[in-house]
């Protein structure tokens, strides 16, 4: 079973950048798609971003893309989210996520990290 930590989280304001880490431990990262979601208070979890398991082909919501950058880095067994043009609608905890194959819901993934909370500020 792989374990999943998040880092890289913090206070920006509105149009900055942060990079968030995924670390992996128990396994490695080449077995799992990884995936980025992000939940407001009061809102569902939602999808932001997501890299499959061996062709490393990406996935993003409409709202992020052309904004945000999912990357692997296989030696370090590290995923990373790259999120640059931060809107104060980005404020969110953010967790990444590991499954068999890359899907929007939630029920695609079946280990999750503990989040990271990203805040913007105007």
């Known amino acids: 079973q792989v374990q999943l930590v998040e880092s890289g989280g913090g206070l920006v304001q509105a149009g900055g950048s942060l990079r968030l880490s995924c670390a992996a431990s128990?396994?490695?990262?080449?077995?799992?798609?990884i995936a980025w979601f992000r939940q407001a208070p009061g809102k569902e979890r939602e999808f932001v971003s997501g890299i499959s398991r061996s062709t490393g082909i990406t996935n993003y919501a409409a709202s992020v893309k052309g904004r945000f950058t999912v990357t692997k880095d296989n030696a370090k067994n590290t995923v990373y989210l790259q999120m640059n043009s931060l809107k104060t609608g980005d404020t969110a905890v953010y967790y990444c996520?590991?499954?068999?194959?890359?899907?929007?819901?939630?029920?695609?993934?079946?280990?999750w990290g503990q989040g990271t909370q990203v805040t913007v500020s105007s």
């Open positions: 128990g396994r490695t990262l080449s077995s799992y798609a």
């Open positions: 996520a590991a499954g068999p194959s890359l899907g929007r819901s939630t029920w695609s993934y079946d280990t």
